[in-house]
């Protein structure tokens, strides 16, 4: 809790919330880090096989295989959900599986199982994005601003 | 083999700022996420990403700044060869894959399959 949301606080509110963070259990930094490494390196590595296998086994070069070796990825991590096992890997590697490109396809295809009971116009397609959508929108709004931002440098710099 | 050693590397460190972010930031899963984004299309607008994808392969391409990055190249790469209005018909071009992936499996998988656990 911030400072400033301390500060409107009655006294014995603020009373509570210094009493409930020594209470609150520790959270182990350093293991989950390491937990982390361990199941995002594994991830990755796993990538790296499979775009290895597009690059010699088609015609990709190592620009285009990123394509169908995300595709890949996210196939693979749909089908984990589905089978309940990717949620079991999450608990214990934390970023280690949301911070890979599966953990983006996971959400998505959680929240569309999740809401399924709402219908499939209002549940699976309205919902499907729950999660995910904040990381598109921020991603494309970044996007826009660093791609006029660049554009514009090219464009004086040319005429 | 020094390629997987390296994207092993790599992404786990990425993973390893996630966590950081998580743990010692006190951000929630989708803060976390989007501010691992911004930063991949920082670093391309940077010009720093490509490097690392040369040097790490998967290990920079999976990690979800990948998607960053990519929706910056898709902008720039249209831009240059149709102007300004490239910056919006280029932004999905590259991550279309994931995207488009994510949609049609996870449409699949509520389609046909109940959740578990």
């Known amino acids: ?159 | 083999m020094e390629a997987y050693f390296w994207a092993f590397v790599v992404g786990g460190l990425i993973c390893v700022v996630g966590q950081l972010l998580l743990d010692v930031g006190r951000f929630t899963p989708a803060h976390t996420m989007s501010i691992l984004v911004v930063t991949g299309a920082i670093l391309d607008g940077l010009g720093l990403y490509e490097p690392l994808i040369d040097f790490a392969g998967a290990g920079a391409t999976v990690p979800i700044t990948s998607f960053g990055n990519a929706l910056v190249h898709g902008a720039l790469t249209e831009a240059e060869s149709t102007g300004l209005i490239g910056i919006l018909t280029g932004i999905f071009e590259v991550t279309s894959a994931g995207i488009s992936a994510a949609i049609i499996f996870g449409f699949m998988a509520a389609l046909f399959f109940k959740p578990k656990g």
């Open chain 1, 1 to 159: 809790m911030s400072d400033k949301k301390m500060k409107k606080l009655t006294p014995v509110q603020q009373e509570y919330q210094t009493f409930a963070k020594a209470r609150e259990p520790r959270r182990p930094v350093l293991f989950n880090c390491l937990k982390a490494f361990l199941v995002g390196g594994g991830i990755c590595l796993l990538g790296q096989g499979v775009q290895d296998f597009f690059i010699w086994n088609f015609d990709f070069t190592e620009k285009t295989a990123g394509d169908p070796t995300v595709a890949v990825m996210v196939m693979l991590s749909v089908i984990l959900t589905v089978a309940g096992v990717y949620d079991h890997i999450a608990q214990w590697a934390g970023a280690g599986t949301a911070v890979p490109v599966t953990g983006f396809a996971n959400s998505v295809a959680a929240s569309a199982m999740e809401h399924r009971t709402e219908g499939f116009v209002l549940g699976v397609g309205g919902q499907m994005f729950k999660l995910a959508g904040s990381v598109i929108v921020y991603g494309v709004f970044a996007a826009f601003i660093i791609g006029l931002i660049k554009t514009g440098i090219a464009m004086l710099g040319g005429s």
